[in-house]
């Protein structure tokens, strides 16, 4: 395939699915990969996150499970609380996958360079570590796109 | 993450979405990534698929687009005819991810190992250099399993 000006590497870190019992799910995924149950985390408040959902502070968290294949990650989310894209997906949609992740730079600028193709930013946050945007792709790319990223400056 | 016997490989080949019209997705992500529109391929008849949907013959068939990415494919499948898995999730979920792939070297034994943990095969079929298996995990796992494999002896 021939490559022009994308702002997204063509590499998937990530695919993410909303679950609604995230300890039932995970052990079910931990058993067809013959692995250990991972660890559940649940994201931090506000006060740490800085959530933003269609660009308004929203104290929704959500528990998270990791399953670190060799060449991509599995992610589970059970949405607590409301508003969050979470929260919207098993409403509207139900359980499955709701996003696939991308490693980037700048998250700004990514998400600039998005704006332009017409993507606008459903929901972003901070977390010890880094930051992510999601990018609302559902009606053009049947799910929605992750931004992963080093903390914002 | 210890591991322990397990059926399948700890790598996803391909995600995979249903979607109603491929040309207008695949164009989508044509864009986003930057690269040519790739080819749209139909499925062959059951006369070269010998495809079985719970177990039936079915004429159904699909035409495929795929995203070769660094580190996974991404594959666009829109149902053409009935009954498929394709179809069923066309109706019954709409448009979106159906399932995650794994290349497998024996088919037959890893649908009996799955089998011993209760997941059953939900449609299979052969295509030109392989086969396939849809695993029904989407009450276990929120998604269905594919098994790539080479041609059934």
Redesign the interface.
Known sequence: ??????P?????SQ?A???RDIET?AL??A??????M?QVIITDGQDKTHMLHKGKASDARAKLAF??????T?ELIEPIGAPSTWQEHLDQ?????HH?AFDVADIKQTEQELAK?GYSVEQLGDFEGGCYSYIN?TD????QIELLAPPRS
């Open positions: 395939m021939s490559n022009t000006t994308t997204l590497p063509q590499k998937i695919i699915l909303i679950v799910t079910q995924y058993q067809l990969f013959g692995v250990d991972p399953f670190h294949l060799e060449n991509i599995i949609v139900g359980e499955g996958v696939i193709q792709a053009r790319l049947k799910l």
